[in-house]
């Protein structure tokens, strides 16, 4: 016990520690190595702005680091930076030991959120029992804060594809929102809410206790929680001619993709569905291959699926000899590293050895696809093949990925030398074989369809719902 005192102590001593400012000296070097390392590691960085736009942006932020900061003002900045690479795949993370003396600080806002359909839904409390708040209630503001203003200060550090607004929408959920506004208004020690609960138009006002960020833990939720069936690999008959498939993550190392698929299809053919429903509105994407594979069951046909698949040359220089890279046929020519043709199809499965589907289990009924701001990754791939062949028809929300494709793949990890902040910087360039009339925009629905607030409480799939009634009516 002793020792858990001390350690504990040492903790609270060095997060003050922590809260001294860093020198505008060094503020700089680490800021213009990040920079430095960006542009030679990034394809993202002048995408979507080009560079005299973006290299405006940079200088800006620069500006701001003539005098000495703390480390969390410091990491802030560097959020900034790195919304500009347009990119959803980059990331940024304060050294461990900082999050620890971070999380120790009674000053994070108790609860998680869901935003939807532009409410800000409470869905789970982990400080104090409040009887007065209920799971699903609807936050208008925070300690005077309205939820729009809130919204536009934690917007831009949330990296998204091009210009893609509803993926920020879905990011700025969970533990993000307590997360970000800590890191945007500073420290707090309680909250003062404003909120309705659903079906009543009273505007409630209560005060909450802030709490340690080591607090959200499972064993201190407060709500039960709803289960949602797109958060769950599932096959289910609506009736005679309908059929609903959710596949939640193309990255799930526990299931067998290819068993998977093959088996659903199998259902789907000899119950002779007509119309066939799959849900990735949850689907962030994952192993490269799996989207490709689900594809191949809607289609006969063999795309190109991305026009080229790029690297700069530091990251192909420093990964070139590895097995990856020499399966893939990666070559340097010029100035730039290219992955072998015979991957842009979308019948490449990585290395993941799939065989092509039996010609017989190929679905060729009707199809729906149900997207959302979290469709991301090689889920937004999944529905750019589907929308290149127009194969199907979108219900739901713009995909969070961008159409165009994104810079994933492969990462390099660089640690700033002085504040020791480390950035993920993914360096492969994904090139999809489509030239869309809007850059930096995701695959958007046929029928705009969010979750509404009165479905998320009574735990409905709001998008499912609609597309059996428009199959239907």
């Given at each position: 016990m002793r020792i858990f005192l001390l350690l504990i102590s040492i903790l609270f001593i060095s997060y003050g520690n922590a809260q001294n400012k860093i020198k505008p000296k060094k503020l700089n070097e680490d800021f213009d190595y990040l920079i430095t390392e960006l542009k030679l590691q990034h394809q993202g960085l002048y995408q979507y702005t080009g560079e005299n736009n973006t290299d405006a942006k940079i200088d800006s932020i620069r500006e701001t680091l003539k005098t000495s900061q703390t480390k969390l003002e410091f990491y802030e900045k560097l959020r900034y930076v790195i919304g500009l690479t347009n990119e959803g795949h980059t990331s940024i993370e304060l050294p461990k030991w900082t999050m620890i003396k971070l999380g120790l600080s009674k000053s994070f806002l108790p609860l998680t959120v869901k935003l939807s359909d532009g409410n800000l839904i409470a869905t789970q409390?982990?400080?104090?029992?409040?009887?007065?708040?209920?799971?699903?209630?609807?936050?208008?503001?925070?300690?005077?804060?309205?939820?729009?203003?809130?919204?536009?200060?934690?917007?831009?550090?949330?990296?998204?594809?091009?210009?893609?607004?509803?993926?920020?929408?879905?990011?700025?959920?969970?533990?993000?929102?307590?997360?970000?506004?800590?890191?945007?208004?500073?420290?707090?020690?309680?909250?003062?809410?404003?909120?309705?609960?659903?079906?009543?138009?009273?505007?409630?006002?209560?005060?909450?206790?802030?709490?340690?960020?080591?607090?959200?833990?499972?064993?201190?939720?407060?709500?039960?929680?709803?289960?949602?069936?797109?958060?769950?690999?599932?096959?289910?008959?609506?009736?005679?001619?309908?059929?609903?498939?959710?596949?939640?993550?193309?990255?799930n190392d526990n299931l067998d993709y290819e068993k998977f698929y093959q088996s659903n299809f199998k259902k789907i053919d000899s119950l002779d569905i007509k119309h066939l429903i799959i849900d990735i509105q949850a689907n962030g994407g994952g192993t490269e291959g799996n989207e490709n594979l689900l594809f191949s069951y809607l289609t006969n046909k063999v795309v190109q699926k991305y026009k080229q698949v790029t690297m700069l040359p530091k990251p192909y220089q420093i990964n070139k000899n590895k097995q990856g890279y020499i399966e893939d046929k990666w070559t340097f020519k010029d100035t730039i590293a290219k992955r072998g043709n015979f991957t842009l199809d979308s019948n490449y499965y990585s290395d993941l050895g799939y065989e092509s589907p039996q010609k017989g289990l190929i679905y060729k009924g009707e199809l729906y696809v149900l997207t959302s701001g979290k469709t991301f990754s090689g889920g937004a791939e999944f529905a750019g093949l589907i929308k290149m062949t127009d194969r199907g028809l979108f219900i739901g929300e713009e995909t969070g990925g961008a159409y165009e494709g994104n810079v994933s793949g492969y990462s390099e990890y660089v640690k700033l030398p002085n504040s020791k902040i480390e950035v993920k910087i993914p360096t492969v360039h994904f090139q999809v074989n489509v030239s869309p009339k809007i850059k930096g925009r995701g695959v958007k629905p046929d029928y705009n369809v969010p979750q509404t607030w009165e479905d998320y409480v009574n735990g409905k799939n709001t998008k499912k719902d609609f597309a059996i009634k428009t199959i239907t009516e």
């Open positions: 409390n982990y400080g104090k029992n409040i009887d007065d708040l209920d799971k699903g209630a609807k936050i208008i503001s925070v300690n005077g804060r309205k939820l729009n203003e809130i919204l536009k200060r934690l917007y831009p550090l949330i990296p998204s594809d091009g210009f893609n607004i509803t993926s920020k929408q879905e990011w700025i959920g969970g533990l993000n929102f307590s997360l970000l506004y800590r890191l945007v208004y500073g420290k707090e020690k309680k909250y003062e809410l404003q909120f309705q609960e659903l079906g009543n138009g009273e505007i409630q006002t209560l005060t909450i206790p802030a709490i340690r960020f080591t607090k959200f833990k499972t064993k201190n939720a407060k709500f039960k929680s709803i289960q949602f069936d797109y958060n769950d690999f599932k096959f289910e008959q609506i009736n005679d001619s309908i059929a609903y498939l959710s596949i939640p993550s193309f990255g």
